[in-house]
T-cell receptor
């Protein structure tokens, strides 16, 4: 079966712009989580969606937002980009929640803000 | 702040040797999971051990969990060059969110 698909793989944006990243989870998985990975902070939890509802949220500013569609596909948006937003953004899907069975991760979107 | 802390931060061994990585955490957990990440790619789920389990095996992997010491170890036996990667422990917390809290990882290098 197909894995978790993230698009695009690479992205270069300018400070102040906004960006939208997309994630298609494994078929049948209803939970989608987003993580930001940087060398300094490691893997930081952004938010989790389950059946189109945001169930959990990490400690990120309001510039970071997301949503989930009825087919479980998810998008995350970052507005007013800052240099510090440069990171690998990882999407992870699970049947009902990562704490139960673990995640399947996508390959990530590498965002560079210049 | 990170829940889990891996030790060592980096480990370099010869092919065929065993590799042991440790993880300590701070709060009570429902389960602990180990993931592998190859250079800038997504993470791959390796093994999950629940809080009422003490040891679990999967192929060349052996994971132990000591909830009294809030620590876990991952042993990779008979290492191969393909095992070169970063390894992360992640804790599923008892209270609150359906999320995993990741440690900073151990960078493992297997030398041929």
């Amino acid at each position: 079966k197909a894995g978790v698909t993230q698009t695009p793989r690479y992205l270069i944006k300018t400070r102040g712009q906004q960006v939208t990243l997309s994630c298609s989870p494994i078929s049948g998985h209803r939970s989608v989580s987003w993580y930001q990975q940087t060398p300094g902070q490691g893997l930081q939890f952004l938010f989790e969606y389950f059946s189109e509802t945001q169930r959990n949220k990490g400690n990120f500013p309001g510039r970071f937002s997301g949503r989930q569609f009825s087919n479980s596909r998810s998008e995350m948006n970052v507005s007013t980009l800052e240099l510090g937003d440069s990171a690998l953004y990882l999407c992870a899907s699970s049947l009902a929640g990562a704490a139960e069975n673990g995640y399947t991760f996508g390959s990530g979107t590498r965002l560079t803000v210049v | 702040s990170q829940q889990g802390e891996e030790d060592p931060q980096a480990l370099s061994i010869q092919e065929g040797e065993n590799a042991t990585m440790n993880c300590s955490y701070k709060t009570s957990i429902n389960n602990l999971q180990w993931y592998r990440q190859n250079s800038g790619r997504g993470l791959v789920h390796l093994i999950l051990i629940r809080s009422n389990e003490r040891e679990k095996h999967s192929g060349r992997l052996r994971v132990t969990l000591d909830t009294s010491k809030k620590s876990s170890s991952l042993l990779i036996t008979a290492s191969r060059a393909a095992d070169t990667a970063s390894y992360f422990c992640a804790t599923g917390l008892i209270q609150g969110a359906q999320k995993l809290v990741f440690g900073q990882g151990t960078r493992l290098t297997i030398n041929p």
